[in-house]
């Protein structure tokens, strides 16, 4: 997938990446949300971005999938993760993949989301992690891949709290709450 291919301006206003619409948003923007959320409803706001994540990749991914433009395996995976790498999210490199268990590990640097420093605040509330939109992400794409929806992702290092990098586990949510995750 060449950038030429897969960043486009189809005319004036509109931006596509693959075949979302897309505009740039800035971090301060984002962040600002992400406050106001915190501030209106509390640690929830986590999963809202989780969600958020969950249904905007879902979104994005599933005529891909269908398509075989991406396919269900561990390149359909890693090909949808350097989508989102792209498209602007961070330097995220998937560093193990196992089709059968379910599971996989992310690894990024320069992450969208991690990238303002006054991000202490969130440490406070944090549940699964920081980099909440890139978690619904990484896990939506699991769910594509596997047919299975029962796929969580949780951050286990954040760059936002001082971590070398941001790491992502995938893993049926079985899994995850036999180790003490909470979602
Ligand atoms: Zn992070």
Redesign the pocket.
Same mark, same amino acid.
């Given at each position: 997938m060449s950038d030429k291919e897969f960043i486009n301006i189809e005319k004036r206003g509109m931006i596509k990446v693959g075949i979302a619409r897309m505009a740039l948003f800035p971090i301060s923007d984002l962040n600002a949300l992400y406050d106001k959320l915190v501030e209106l409803i509390g640690p929830v706001a986590n999963k809202a971005f989780y969600l958020a994540g969950v249904e905007g990749a879902t979104t994005f991914g599933n005529p891909m999938f269908d398509r075989d433009i991406l396919q269900k395996n561990e390149s359909g995976y890693n090909a949808a993760v350097e989508a989102y790498s792209q498209a602007g999210f961070g330097n995220f490199y998937v560093k193990e993949f196992n089709f059968d268990e379910g599971t996989a590990f992310v690894s990024g640097t320069e992450?969208f @989301?991690?990238s303002d420093g006054q991000r202490q605040i969130v440490a406070q509330i944090r549940s699964n992690?920081?980099?909440n939109h890139?978690r619904g992400v990484f896990a939506a794409f699991m769910r594509l891949v596997t047919n299975r929806k029962d796929m969580e992702c949780v @951050?286990v290092k954040?760059?936002?709290l001082g971590d070398a990098t941001?790491d992502f586990k995938i893993a049926p949510r079985k899994v995850l709450e036999r180790e003490d995750f909470i979602f």
């Open positions: 992450t @989301e991690a992690g920081h980099c890139s @951050e954040c760059e936002a941001c």
